[in-house]
């Protein structure tokens, strides 16, 4: 059973950092894009980062690029994404999602919705 689980939310005040984390199990994806989506509530989901298999590309939203940073461990099967100078608007449930397909750019997410998903980690950020 492949698994996709999220770790690190919390509330921080604006203009601070947090650092989420997602560990994969099941199989591995190493040779697969991996990548952030976040939902506000009564919102659809919206792509927030990705990177491509090796690491060596990444794809960010407009809205976060400079302030966001999105990394992989392939010998651990994780995911991570550095979020500094959070803003009110970046509040909300952020999922870690990967995708089936092998060996495409990480530009790849932000087009085609991903096959697996994790459950979501709250993110806060206080004014």
């Known amino acids: 059973q492949v698994q996709l689980v999220e770790s690190g939310g919390g509330l921080v005040q604006a203009g601070g950092s947090l650092s989420l984390s997602c560990t994969a199990s099941?199989?591995?994806?190493?040779?697969?894009?991996m990548g952030w989506f976040l939902q506000a509530p009564g919102k659809d989901h919206k792509f927030v980062a990705a990177?491509?298999?090796?690491?060596?590309?990444?794809y960010y939203a407009d809205s976060v690029k400079g302030r966001f940073t999105i990394s992989r461990d392939n010998t651990k099967n994780t995911v991570s994404l550095q979020m500094n100078s959070l803003k009110p608007e970046d509040a909300a449930v952020y999922y870690c999602?990967?995708?089936?397909?092998?060996?495409?750019?990480?530009?790849?997410?932000?087009?085609?919705?991903?096959?697996?998903w994790g459950q979501g980690t709250q993110v806060t950020v206080s004014s």
């Open positions: 999602a990967a995708s089936d397909k092998q060996f495409t750019t990480a530009q790849f997410m932000a087009v085609r919705a991903p096959d697996y």
């Open positions: 099941g199989r591995s994806f190493s040779t697969n894009v």
């Open positions: 990177i491509n298999w090796s690491g060596g590309s990444t």
